[in-house]
């Protein structure tokens, strides 16, 4: 360990990269505490402070931390940040550096087993450590996930390939296109299914965008995150990863999906279609669900049961439709009582081409707003509607506010979801910029399931209907 500060004629270079290693993101004034403490990341430390005495791991912290904390990870796998001012005492008791180093075994082949390709984005499924400070790594060559996951050579041959690195808020048009000419090449070179490791914070939004850039995949396209990070006891990866694994590999329905805990307990995974799909919870590991409809299926250590009655077959072909294409003049205007012109007005003014509404109740906006919607309109800005309750249909008929919306040339996307309606418009644009009337005639035209004729009669009320756990305990408060 190596705490000299550079010297003034550089001959310090080789102790910075020391310092920076053992105070990785910290700068004053916490790093100050820290070295007057002899205390370096991965020290154990007991710190006392004016709300409490902490245990913990000192945890490397990412450039752009602020620099007043130091950040531990407690016993309980949570990370907690100090302040350095608050602490009174800070004494260290061991060093624990973490491994990075996934260790790796050779994936065992087995001709009899399908073959899977894996595509790794980023997201907490590929963090060990704790994805907020920095620490990340990525355990995706097949070795490192047989290290971690010995399941998953019962299920299939794994091929993996880390295509970036990036928490999923970060995921973005080019992602999206390289993903989908990436599976669109797998499937052609002839894998029997395809999984993309994700952050789950988008994850819906690349399922919808995969949804409609990769049209009629012969083999599940299976996407899979993790809620808590594998060092963590709680961790949902292992359990997700084998149950999309499965999915991919022996499953029947060739579709986008995508693979998370159904319950809190380990005990099933659920499929839902990539278009319906939406996390709705910050935290919980079942944050998942289907709206609008019910999950294509279940998987737990039986096998696959399905849920929904209708769903694409696999086939035995390597045809596949790859349409890359994405305008990122697309927004969403998420409507809020109140709301101005000129709002809208903004937005035409910069150039955005389209714009997705998430309107109340049946898809209602207020009077202010019409006349820049006029405005939108005759500038060829396309608007259309979609409803914040994320159950149900727009109907722009039952009320008057409705028609009035309709005349000013804001057209109604059905049940279609905010997000999936926001990522077909960024898609259908890109492919026809200049052909208004196409975009017009693909919004309106289900292509992966994004619009539905109806909800299934017990979808909203079970919440993930046919689920049995739910039928039993419904049944249970209801009679
Ligand atoms: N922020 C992370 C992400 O979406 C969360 C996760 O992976 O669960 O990349």
């Given amino acids: 360990m190596n705490t000299k500060s550079v010297g003034p004629n550089g001959a310090g270079a080789a102790d910075e990269v020391a310092d920076a290693e053992d105070y990785k993101g910290y700068r004053e004034p916490a790093l100050?505490?820290?070295?007057?403490?002899?205390?370096?990341?991965?020290?154990?430390?007991?710190?006392?402070?004016?709300?409490?005495?902490f245990e913990g791991l000192v945890l490397p912290r990412s450039e752009t931390s602020d620099a007043e904390h130091l950040v531990l990870k407690l016993e309980s796998g949570y990370n907690v940040?100090?302040?350095?001012?608050?602490?009174?005492?800070?004494?260290?008791?061991?060093?624990?550096?973490?491994?990075?180093?996934?260790?790796?075994?050779?994936?065992?082949?087995?001709?009899?087993?399908?073959?899977?390709?894996?595509?790794?984005?980023?997201?907490?499924?590929?963090?060990?450590?704790?994805?907020?400070?920095?620490?990340?790594?990525?355990?995706?060559?097949?070795?490192?996930?047989?290290?971690?996951v010995p399941e998953l050579a019962d299920v299939c041959n794994l091929e993996t390939e880390k295509l970036f690195g990036v928490f999923s808020e970060n995921m973005g048009r080019?992602?999206?296109?390289?993903?989908?000419?990436?599976?669109?090449?797998?499937?052609?070179?002839?894998?029997?299914?395809v999984m993309v490791g994700h952050g789950t914070d988008t994850m819906h939004h690349t399922a919808a965008a995969l949804s409609y850039m990769v049209q009629d995949p012969p083999v599940p396209i299976v996407m899979v995150g993790s809620q808590r990070s594998s060092d963590r006891p709680s961790s949902d990866a292992a359990r997700n990863l084998i149950a999309a694994s499965y999915a991919a590999a022996h499953g029947p329905i060739a579709e986008v999906m995508v693979c998370m805990l159904g319950p809190t307990s380990h005990s099933y995974n659920l499929l839902h279609r990539g278009t319906r799909v939406r996390k709705m919870h910050s935290s919980y590991r079942s944050t998942f669900r289907t709206l609008g409809d019910v999950p294509l299926a279940m998987v737990n250590d039986e096998g696959l049961t399905h849920i929904h009655e209708t769903w694409k077959p696999r086939r035995d072909d390597r045809e596949v439709t790859i349409q890359a294409a994405f305008c990122d003049r697309v927004t969403i205007l998420y409507y809020y009582p109140n709301m101005q012109a000129d709002i809208v007005d903004a937005m035409v003014e910069k150039g955005y081409r389209g714009i997705i509404i998430a309107g109340t109740g049946l898809g209602h906006v207020n009077r202010l707003v019409y006349p820049a919607l006029e405005r939108?309109?005759?500038?060829?800005?396309?608007?259309?509607?979609?409803?914040?309750?994320?159950?149900?249909?727009?109907?722009?008929?039952?009320?008057?506010?409705?028609?009035?919306?309709?005349?000013?040339?804001?057209?109604?996307?059905?049940?279609?979801?905010?997000?999936?309606?926001?990522?077909?418009?960024?898609?259908?644009?890109?492919?026809?910029?200049?052909?208004?009337?196409?975009?017009?005639?693909?919004?309106?035209?289900?292509?992966?399931?994004?619009?539905?004729?109806?909800?299934?009669?017990d979808g909203y009320l079970l919440f993930q209907g046919g689920v049995p756990e739910m039928k039993e305990l419904l049944s249970k408060t209801l009679s």
């Fill in 32 to 53: 100050g505490l820290l070295k007057q403490s002899h205390v370096t990341v991965w020290s154990t430390v007991v710190a006392v402070t004016s709300s409490g005495r």
């Fill in 81 to 148: 940040g100090l302040r350095y001012d608050t602490i009174t005492e800070l004494t260290k008791t061991g060093y624990r550096k973490a491994i990075y180093k996934v260790p790796e075994k050779e994936f065992p082949r087995d001709d009899s087993k399908p073959n899977v390709v894996l595509f790794g984005t980023g997201g907490t499924i590929a963090s060990r450590l704790d994805y907020r400070t920095g620490a990340v790594i990525p355990a995706f060559t097949p070795g490192e996930l047989y290290g971690s």
């Fill in 174 to 193: 080019e992602e999206y296109l390289v993903l989908a000419e990436r599976i669109g090449k797998a499937i052609r070179e002839g894998c029997d299914g």
């Fill in 376 to 457: 939108a309109r005759d500038a060829g800005v396309q608007v259309y509607m979609t409803l914040q309750t994320l159950w149900g249909f727009v109907q722009m008929n039952v009320y008057e506010t409705g028609r009035e919306i309709l005349q000013l040339g804001v057209i109604p996307l059905a049940n279609m979801l905010p997000e999936a309606a926001y990522i077909k418009l960024s898609w259908a644009l890109g492919l026809h910029p200049d052909d208004p009337d196409r975009v017009r005639e693909l919004m309106s035209t289900p292509v992966a399931g994004e619009i539905t004729d109806g909800e299934p009669h």
